[in-house]
């Protein structure tokens, strides 16, 4: 358990950190992180971390596929998750 928990605190840290680099990538007109690699993060359980830079960095939130597919993604791990906790 203490291995998942450790794994979901490095995702949510690279979650930040890549929504971080594609702010800094946009505002320099360098090469982008791909959204597809942004939302795989979320589903493997950076969602809270990616929820968070995107409010701290102002970035994606008005992108509304972008949204769609992110909150999409959050669903699904939760889902996942509740099953797994399922008794």
């Given at each position: 358990?203490?291995?998942?928990?450790?794994?979901l605190?490095?995702?949510?840290?690279?979650?930040?950190?890549?929504?971080?680099?594609?702010?800094?990538?946009a505002?320099?007109?360098?090469?982008?992180?791909?959204?597809?690699?942004?939302?795989?993060?979320?589903?493997?359980?950076?969602?809270?971390?990616?929820?968070?830079?995107?409010?701290?960095?102002?970035?994606?939130?008005?992108?509304?596929?972008?949204?769609?597919?992110?909150?999409?993604?959050?669903?699904?791990?939760?889902?996942?998750?509740?099953?797994w906790?399922?008794?």
């Open positions: 358990m203490r291995a998942v928990a450790f794994g605190l490095a995702v949510n840290l690279c979650a930040v950190a890549l929504y971080a680099w594609d702010k800094h990538a505002r320099r007109g360098t090469r982008r992180v791909p959204e597809a690699r942004l939302h795989l993060l979320a589903l493997l359980g950076g969602w809270p971390g990616a929820w968070l830079a995107q409010r701290l960095f102002r970035h994606k939130t008005r992108k509304a596929a972008f949204q769609y597919r992110f909150i999409a993604c959050a669903a699904l791990n939760l889902a996942v998750l509740g099953l906790f399922w008794p």
